[in-house]
């Protein structure tokens, strides 16, 4: 017999004891994102290669070295997405959306990106991202910053820190490049090897450099807020100016700078102390220039994604109590050959009686004694017992399995509902004792 086959090494399976946070956590986002007027797109998660050389950028590590991409039948190179932000406008201009019009959207998947898999960072990993379509102004940048605001108080996140930066326009970035280029080639021996490589293709991205041997140097090369023109400046000043009317703490990073091509003016990162070197747990910023280099109308555009893995990782202290919230509220134990017969027909009703109503029913037979057990680890609230006496009474016994205090009662069907109508509105235990 061959050997037992593996997940892909960085891709990682979430068990049914895990499930429960992450459907928390993609349950609150989705709740703040409707409650602000933001709307889902899907997108597939193969995407024709070009569409990410363009966005993100030929000379950057994603398309240089970490995109899974292949070769399919018609002769088409293929990539699966690294991120979310370019087929989110593809779709867009393919379907016709950005036609004088703006729009507020939000998605949520995997990406996949080829990387030495440690605690946080991960081969296949999953992102809420949301997308603006249409909006110039800081103002939706700053709502942006209140709505990730929001989420975090709705997880009860704590200790995430808010940085900040601008990378101005295109001729400040020009400007700020060749100056920066010139001051990294007068410190060139204090570079490490990646930082060398990146200094004709891509020097900006050296300044986020986590390298702690380059601090010093880096420490002292020119900061790109200082080449801002007016009307950029003007955008970062009342971006800043709307955070401090909200009352949001924030750090301006001038080193802050994002891995990918497309990002102009505003860029931000929420980070944390709590997750070691992989301290970003949500992160974006504005990318005016995108859609009309994919082929689109000038548009201005700005974003963000949450990595949901990290994320959990700060909720991993939780994951008992959110499995305790999503576990059947009862557990159907059938004992005879009449109960066995009837009791998925039983439990089909009582889900149609009690709308909401988490309810296992036990099946592959075993003794009463076996199937409390199945009962106990299900992790349900009460077992409803049908033996041969409540069938032929109509009738069913309640047995509280985390109640001990609770004693086991005979009650009619309407009883029955009555009590798992209460349950599932997390009334108590009426009438249990």
């Given amino acids: 017999m061959s050997g037992l086959i593996q997940s892909v090494r960085g891709m990682n399976d979430v068990l049914p004891e895990e499930t429960p946070l992450w459907q928390a956590v993609e349950g609150t986002l989705r709740g703040v994102l409707e409650a602000y007027g933001y709307r889902e797109i899907r997108t597939p998660v193969v995407e024709r290669t070009e569409l990410f050389a363009r966005s993100i950028g030929v000379v950057t590590d994603i398309v240089e070295k970490e995109m899974y991409t292949f070769t399919d039948r018609n002769g088409d190179s293929l990539s699966l997405r690294p991120e979310g932000t370019a087929g989110c406008v593809r779709a867009c ?51 942006l910053i209140l709505m990730c605001a929001r989420m975090w108080r709705e997880l009860g996140l704590e200790g995430l820190r808010l940085e900040i930066n601008t990378l101005g326009d295109a001729e400040a970035r ?55 023109d007016g009307e950029a400046r003007a955008h970062f000043e009342g971006f800043r100016a709307l955070l401090d009317e909200a009352g949001v703490a924030y750090e301006v990073n001038p080193r802050l700078v994002r891995g990918l091509d497309y990002y102009n003016r505003t860029v931000f990162e929420w980070v944390t102390d709590r997750l070691g070197a992989q301290g970003t747990v949500c992160a974006g910023g504005r990318y ?37 919230e999503r576990a059947p509220h009862a557990y159907l134990v059938a004992v005879g050959e009449g109960p066995e017969r009837a009791a998925l027909g039983l439990a089909e009703a009582l889900r149609d009686a009690v709308p909401g109503l988490r309810l296992a029913a036990n099946c592959g037979g075993g003794s009463f004694k076996a199937q409390l057990k199945r009962a106990d680890r299900s992790g ?44 599932v509105a997390g009334r108590g235990s009426p009438g249990a004792a």
């Fill in 93 to 143: 201009l393919e379907h016709g959306l950005l036609r004088g019009q703006s729009h507020r959207l939000w998605y949520a998947g995997p990406m996949f990106r080829h990387e030495r898999p440690q605690k946080g960072r991960y081969r296949q990993f999953h992102q809420v991202g949301v997308e603006v379509f249409g909006i110039p102004g800081p103002d939706v940048d700053a709502e």
């Fill in 174 to 228: 020009r400007r700020h490049r060749a100056d920066l280029v010139a001051y990294l080639r007068a410190h060139e021996d204090a570079l490490d090897a990646d930082s060398r490589r990146r200094l004709e293709t891509n020097p900006l991205r050296i300044l986020d450099s986590k390298n702690p041997d380059m601090a010093a140097v880096l420490a002292g090369a020119p900061r790109l807020i200082d080449y801002l």
């Fill in 288 to 324: 005016d220039g995108l859609v009309e280099q994919l082929g689109g109308r000038p548009t201005p555009a700005v974003g963000f994604a949450v990595g949901l893995e990290r994320v959990v990782a700060l909720l991993e202290g939780r994951r008992e109590a959110a499995a305790a």
């Fill in 380 to 423: 349900a609230r009460v077992a409803l017992l049908l033996g041969e006496e409540e069938l032929a009474g109509g009738r069913l016994t309640v047995k509280w399995l985390r109640e001990p205090d609770h004693a086991q009662r005979t009650v009619t069907r309407e009883e029955a509902v009555a009590l798992l109508r209460a349950l």
